[in-house]
């Protein structure tokens, strides 16, 4: 006796979907072995598998099984193979027919009463299942509406085994779920739970997060505890433009594989907002471990990273940011395979002048020595700070602006104004890919968009000079003022745009002393 049957299936590998043919044989004898490079949670699907069976109403078969994963070269891991791994038991012993099995693609782990429990992953694998040409899918009844936003395949949410053995044997009346994508999407939320409206004062920081979120760049706060920093930080979702479509699927793709998507959830509408606690560990962070899977900055792709506290993150924890903010990708390898995960984050960081947090406090006298504010500040490293676009320093709200009864600009106005610069960004850059916003050019687009007229060269050269600032500052200048000429929609980066540039690099070594 020889019964061979192909149900096919799809793994994870950093945050795409790779497809796997299930195939079970049985033959004469006793026995079950699963051959593929299974991790140990596939291997243990046989227990699972055996009392699912059983308490769905199906007998487990009583032959020497062999099931193979295939491609056999690629590591599977996660228990989602458990429910095709039954079918493919029930249709070798022909306890099911189904005369259509290559048209599904399916996933779930089972439980032990047989009902099918939510995956990982659930949403690059039905972007994979509609690649290969498969007509339907089935997934967990909690991963339906995430692997219904892609169109075009019939999307099936399934609760248990019998459910599953009745909708392939064409004795269920279970039906596709569909969903309207670009409905969804257009959809956008409008209200935020913090407005710049309720900001007062602070005018000069507030240029300054419109400046970075017009350009995609990163920002560095400095400033006494109290002065608003946090409080600021979180109302920068409200002025971010939003997610084009393409960032929407990929940033869901993301916290799917990372098993954030709360049940029900369908396409990410919001960029992103992560907030990790300075205890965070290099993996947490960058992504990894045993089974690799997305850090804090991989989870804040096409959105924003806030580190509070930054001189409290241990150096080492920091440092390993430094390839990701440049490449906008981060490379987990392992001896026999490679990971690649996006990273494309806008990095905002919080920071008191000193340990104290009182350094040139206008009315309040700091107690820390010159050694101690040196060392604070040089927790950072050069490298890090150079990397950060945009260093502002941050003043104590003055008593007027506390009690002015008068709303500040709204989030909506500022947000309008940043909408605008990306257009003109997205024009500019139609004709490359990977590349958005400002702060993704590489030097030689610097050179073609953003060179500016001779006397802002000149003021550029003379600051640069004096502050004795790196080669990567001055490119982070250029990409600055480049977002400053935008919001003036102005073709030509000019002397002014410069000089308001050159203001956002106070933070550099040689000034940081002298600006208090």
């Not at 032959?63 to 070269?73: E, G, K, M, Q, Y």
């Not at 209200?191 to 970075?212: H, I, L, T």
């Not at 939003?242 to 029900?264: C, D, F, N, Q, Y």
């Not at 802002?456 to 050269?461: A, D, T």
Request: glycine share 6%; with cysteine.
């Amino acid at each position: 006796m020889l019964m061979l049957t192909k149900v096919y299936s799809a793994a994870i590998n950093g945050i795409d979907a790779f497809p796997v043919t299930i195939e079970t044989v049985m033959t004469n004898g006793i026995g079950f072995s699963i051959v593929g490079m299974a991790d140990q949670s596939v291997r243990e699907s046989y227990q699972r598998i055996a009392a699912a069976l059983q308490y769905s109403g199906f007998s487990f078969p009583h032959f020497r099984i062999t099931v193979n994963l295939s491609p056999a070269d690629e590591r599977k891991e996660g228990a989602s193979f458990d429910l095709p791994i039954a079918i493919g038991l029930l249709t070798s012993s022909e306890m099911i027919k189904c005369d259509n099995l290559g048209e599904y693609m399916m996933m779930g782990e089972l439980s032990l009463d047989g009902s099918v429990m939510p995956v990982k992953g659930a949403l690059p694998m039905a972007i994979k299942a509609r690649e290969m040409g498969f007509k339907r899918l089935i997934v967990p009844e909690a991963n339906v509406t995430e692997a219904a936003v892609v169109n075009k395949i019939d999307v099936f949410g399934v609760k248990n085994l019998a459910q599953v053995a009745a909708l392939l044997g064409g004795t269920s009346d279970l039906q596709p779920v569909r969903i309207n994508t670009r409905e969804l999407f257009t959809r956008q939320f409008e209200e935020f739970d913090f407005d710049f409206s309720e900001v007062k004062g602070q005018d000069s920081v507030k240029r300054a997060f419109e400046v970075a979120c017009a350009g995609g760049h990163n920002i560095l706060m400095v400033g006494p505890p109290g002065a608003g920093k946090s409080m600021m930080a979180k109302r920068l979702p409200s002025i971010l433009p939003p997610l084009s479509m393409a960032e929407a699927l990929e940033t869901t793709k993301i916290h799917s594989v990372a098993g954030k998507l709360s049940r029900g959830a369908m396409l990410m509408t919001r960029r992103p907002f992560r907030t990790p606690h300075h205890t965070v560990s290099p993996v947490a962070l960058v992504g990894g471990g045993a089974n690799p899977m997305p850090g804090e900055i991989s989870l804040a792709h096409n959105g924003v990273l806030f580190l509070d506290e930054f001189p409290e993150f241990p150096r080492h924890v920091l440092e390993v940011m430094r390839q990701p903010i440049e490449d906008r990708v981060i490379t987990v390898a392992r001896a026999k395979y490679t990971v690649n995960y996006p990273a494309s984050f806008m990095l905002v960081a919080s920071m008191n002048p000193c340990p104290c947090g009182y350094y040139g406090h206008p009315t309040k006298s700091c107690t820390c020595t010159p050694g101690q504010v040196s060392k604070y500040m040089n927790k950072i490293s050069g490298p890090l700070l150079d990397r950060i676009d945009i260093q502002v320093e941050i003043e104590p709200v003055a008593f007027d602006d506390i009690a002015d009864k008068a709303p500040a600009e709204s989030s909506v106005s500022i947000r309008d104004r940043v909408m605008k610069a990306r257009t003109i960004q997205q024009e500019r850059y139609r004709n490359l890919p990977g590349i958005h916003c400002n702060a993704q050019m590489n030097s030689r687009l610097l050179h073609e968009y953003a060179w500016p007229d001779e006397e802002g060269l000149s003021k550029l050269k003379e600051r640069m000079t004096r502050l004795n600032m790196s080669a990567r500052a001055f490119d982070r200048i250029l990409r600055v003022a480049r977002t400053i000429a935008d919001l003036d929609s102005s073709e030509r980066v000019e002397s002014r745009h410069i000089a308001e540039a050159i203001g956002y690099r106070s933070l550099d070594r040689a000034s940081y002393g002298k600006t208090f």
